[in-house]
């Protein structure tokens, strides 16, 4: 059982009074959008118990952050997701690892009898509680505040961090994570063990008004096994929050993970997220996407094929409701030959809830024997909902087998045509087909506990 | 079938049409691009004020909009583009019959077949040298329907209401900035008007060809198809290869309305210094119906995405497109298809064979306007690559704002499969052979469509043991 007394405070006073005056050219310069609190000098406060090597990782990144545009919808990219939606500029910096003097019952619920193999809990940018089982943990075994591991496990945590899976170039937002992020969770199996049950983490929003920078970094070392289930969750807001998230995830030759991320914010928060698998030799990363919640959620997710024989498996969801605008932007890089990706997203969208999707499969040239699939299919279940679809293939090796489809469409007429007449109402046959059209992406899941939280979600929004 | 062919010997990789005539043109303008090149453009075709007007104000829009950099690389362009000539007049009149065309140009098309397949199984033709056509007619029996079938300037000039109520409506100057160059400097194209009912079962064509090094070739055709009319449209192009990069842009504009079909057949074989930026677009009407087949074989780089505007409650649109990149080649194509009116439908269907060092990408848009309510688009897209230095992409966009539409797109990408290679091989044909005949099965569901039995000299273009079982 590990606590996070330890964890330093950091005073950000500083930071907030030196943004009020700015004293030069590259603050005044600052580029559009910029959020005054959002500034170098927050950058130092949060860097301040930090190692040299990450404070100046975070410096540079905070330098990335400065020299790279605000993304535009000129860029394909962002071409249908405006960046005035995420609110950046009505939004503070959460206070990094101040810890809330009391956890929010709705906080301490998440985590509430789930079968887990460690739990993680973040409140407003803090860690308020990290458990991991004692067994796993003489294992050897590491689920730890990532700023404490990056002073106790510098090798680990140095190769890994914001290096080749999400390094800071990745973009604006991923350069912001990785200059300002706090209560970083980090996860380390080692060579051959396998863990039975999932490690949870669980982050809450407990007021509006805040950004906050979510890192996760887990890696799984030759052979092991696990699975990470990250949940973002917080009450309905009437004012925006901010959640710019950065997670990587590295599986060694021959290991096995699985990375669900499960998005089910209140409404008014942003999230923003960068992912990143990276998979070795041999290995099996799968992910899960779902988006749930939030008002405005962009998820940008980068599935490496680094080693030969490697597989990933991409699964997504969304479920969308009033004005929700859901945006994924997929990658399959295949830079290893005999890599089999799989990639399956599905939208089922109410009122005027809009989904975007722009995938590619990218086969870099050697990548022979390569097997890469994409599917993205939307349902659209009122007039005003609607859906962009892009799955792009870009492809530079002959020797290859990949594939794409896309379908928009309403409920099959006939399906539930079939089921009335079997003596079901509308709105029960509706309920059944939406909850067949999830399942599909469900059944590939094999974390049951999982499944079944999901099928609730899901049937708790079911008109 | 004769079974001695080879991939290589399907005839793809071979340029047939680099012969150059000497010549010397009427009217010459001075490289490069400017308003005065403009003006003098205007000046020699004796256009109304408006016309003027229109180039110039296309021009303005040409130089503010911005190289596009969402598609294949146009970095080289900008270098062609200052030592293009953009206006090129070979002959001072028009021919009515070949007898009126110059001798040396009329070898040129003799050497491409074109008057021979008049004779045989055309409508009637246009044929345009460098910026204006040398040549238009139509055969009498057309004529005496009500078919309007001319340059695009005796268009302006004999039809000047029908034409300026019709001219880019389709695609406006500021639509892309291609769109707007072909504006501001257009020369030489069709003028087609097809009248109401009138069914017309041979096709007309327009086959250009561009003789002069670095020349800027900027045709501009508008059909129109009338209530219930029905017909079909053949365009070829070609021209020698040279060492310098030379440049072809054209807008075509087709209004098909009511009940009417139309079909739009191209063949492009530019030489593989061309770069060839072409805007081809289509109004449909109420249960309109258009189709676009698009063939890419030649040019250093094609970008091109023939649309169906589906604005009239149940129009149809099609494209089918097939594309060929050879070494150092790339087909940027593709088609759109925007439903804006209900029980609209459209299809489109790519099949591209990259070899070598060739790249083939398939960009295209499936949109569904809120409103357009039951329509259905099915889009499929399939990729052959030969080499392992071939390369293809696929760029597709759907877009649906409205619930009762039914969308798909579905595409895939292969090499030639081992298994029917060692099928066909088993039965004693070599790999070479094998392939071949893998590849004609690959694009056979398009090239059967093509019309071949009425352009001879098509079949120039692709051998004809690519369609052998079609021949």
């Known amino acids: 059982m590990a606590d996070v007394s330890s964890a330093p405070r950091i005073d950000l006073s500083k930071a907030k009074k030196k943004a009020a005056q700015p004293s030069n050219g590259a603050a005044a310069a600052a580029p559009e959008g910029v959020n005054e609190h959002i500034n170098r000098a927050a950058v130092e406060a949060v860097a301040a118990q930090d190692e040299p090597w990450l404070r100046a990782l975070r410096l540079s990144a905070w330098k990335v952050y400065e020299d790279t545009p605000l993304p535009t919808r000129k860029l394909e990219e962002w071409r249908y997701t405006d960046v005035s939606k995420l609110a950046l500029d009505r939004v503070r910096l959460a206070d990094g690892l101040a810890r809330p003097a009391t956890v929010p019952a709705g906080a301490r619920a998440l985590l509430e009898g789930k079968e887990a193999a460690g739990t993680v809990l973040q409140v407003d940018g803090s860690l308020v509680d990290v458990r991991l089982d004692e067994e796993l943990r003489q294992r050897g075994v590491i689920l730890m505040d990532l700023a404490e591991a990056a002073r106790e496990h510098p090798d680990l945590v140095r190769e890994h961090l914001a290096t080749k899976a999400l390094p800071p170039a990745a973009g604006k937002f991923a350069a912001l994570n990785a200059a300002l992020w706090t209560a970083g969770v980090f996860v380390y199996v080692p060579r051959g063990v396998r863990l039975e049950k999932p490690i949870r983490v669980a982050r809450w929003i407990s007021e509006p008004g805040v950004v906050v920078f979510p890192r996760t970094l887990v890696i799984a070392d030759e052979g092991s096994h696990l699975a990470y289930v990250d949940e973002f969750a917080s009450p309905d807001f009437d004012e925006p929050a901010v959640s710019i998230g950065g997670v990587e995830v590295f599986a060694a030759d021959e290991a096995d993970v699985q990375y669900v991320s499960l998005q089910l914010w209140g409404r008014g928060v942003r999230h923003l997220s960068a992912q990143r698998t990276f998979a070795e030799r041999g290995s099996n990363l799968d992910s899960l996407v779902v988006n749930l919640g939030a008002s405005v959620a962009r998820v940008d997710l980068a599935a490496r094929l680094e080693g030969p024989g490697s597989r990933s498996d991409m699964l997504g969801l969304c479920f969308g409701q009033d004005g929700q605008h859901f945006d994924h932007n997929t990658r399959q890089d295949h830079v290893a030959d005999h890599a089999t990706s799989d990639l399956l997203y599905k939208g089922a969208l109410y009122d005027r809830a809009h989904s975007v999707f722009r995938g590619i499969i990218k086969v870099f040239p050697g990548a022979q024997r390569t097997d890469a699939y994409q599917t993205n299919r939307n349902l659209l279940l009122s007039t005003e909902a609607g859906a962009e679809s892009l799955p792009n293939l870009e492809i530079q090796a002959d020797d290859v087998k990949c594939s794409h489809g896309a379908t928009v469409g309403q409920l099959d007429e006939e399906e539930l045509f079939y089921l009335m007449s079997r003596g079901m109402t509308h709105r029960d046959a509706e309920r059944l087909v939406i909850f067949g059209f999830f399942n599909d992406v469900l059944e590939r899941l094999p974390l049951p506990g999982v499944v079944e939280e999901l099928r609730a979600e899901i049937e708790r929004r079911i008109h | ?471």
């Open chain 2, 1 to 471: 079938m004769p079974y001695d062919e080879t991939v290589s010997n399907l005839g793809l990789d071979e340029y047939k049409y680099h012969f150059i005539d000497e010549e010397k043109p009427f009217f010459q303008a001075q490289r490069g691009l400017n308003e005065q090149v403009v003006r003098q453009i205007s000046e020699n075709k004796g256009e109304p004020e408006w016309m003027l007007d229109f180039r110039l104000k296309a021009l303005e829009i040409y130089n503010q909009k911005p190289m596009p950099t969402w598609g294949a690389d146009l970095r080289g362009l900008d270098e062609t583009m200052d030592q293009i000539y953009f206006y090129i007049r070979p002959q001072e009149k028009i021919g009515r019959s070949w007898n009126d065309v110059p001798e040396n140009i009329k070898r040129t098309f003799e050497r491409l077949g074109i008057p021979e397949a008049e004779q045989k199984v055309l409508a009637g033709v246009g044929a345009q040298y460098e910026s204006e056509m040398v040549y238009h007619s139509l055969k009498k029996e057309w004529t005496e329907k009500g078919i309007i079938f001319e340059s695009i300037e005796d268009g302006l000039r004999l039809y000047p209401e029908l034409f300026r109520e019709h001219f880019s409506t389709v695609i406006p100057p500021a639509d892309n900035k291609f769109a707007a160059l072909n504006s501001a400097v257009w020369s030489g194209g069709s003028f087609v008007y097809i009248p109401k009912g009138v069914k017309i079962d041979t096709p007309l064509q327009a086959y250009f060809r561009v003789n002069q090094e670095q020349m800027g070739q900027f045709e501009r055709t508008l059909i129109i198809v009338e209530d219930g009319a029905d017909a079909q449209y053949i365009e070829g192009c070609t021209a020698p290869v040279y060492s310098t990069n030379s440049f072809h842009s054209g807008v075509i504009e087709i209004i098909v309305k009511d009940n009417a079909r139309f079909r739009y057949v191209t063949i492009q074989n530019w030489s593989n210094n061309m770069y060839n930026l072409v805007t081809q677009r289509a109004l449909v009407h109420e249960h309109g119906h258009m189709e676009w087949l698009d063939g890419n074989l030649g040019s250093k780089l094609t970008m091109k995405y023939p649309s169906c505007y589906l604005v009239g409650e149940g129009a149809h649109g099609e494209v089918l497109s097939i594309a060929y990149a050879g070494d150092g080649q790339h087909q940027d194509t593709g088609g759109k298809v925007v439903h804006a009116a209900p029980h609209t439908t459209s299809q489109i269907i790519s099949k591209s064979i990259s070899k070598g060092t060739g790249r083939s990408s398939y960009r295209g848009l499936a949109k569904v306007y809120d409103g357009a309510t039951r329509a259905k688009s099915n889009v499929a897209c399939d990729a052959l690559l030969l080499n392992e230095t071939s390369r293809t992409d696929t760029f597709p966009y759907i877009e649906i704002d409205d619930n009762t539409a039914s969308v798909g797109h579905e595409a895939s990408v292969s090499k030639i499969g081992d298994e029917q290679l060692f099928y066909l091989m088993s039965r004693g044909m070599s790999e070479d052979e094998a392939s071949a005949m893998i590849v004609r099965g690959f694009i056979e569901p398009i090239s059967k469509e093509l019309p071949l039995e009425y352009a001879v000299e098509l079949n120039r273009l692709i051998e004809l043991e690519m369609e052998g079982s079609v021949g």
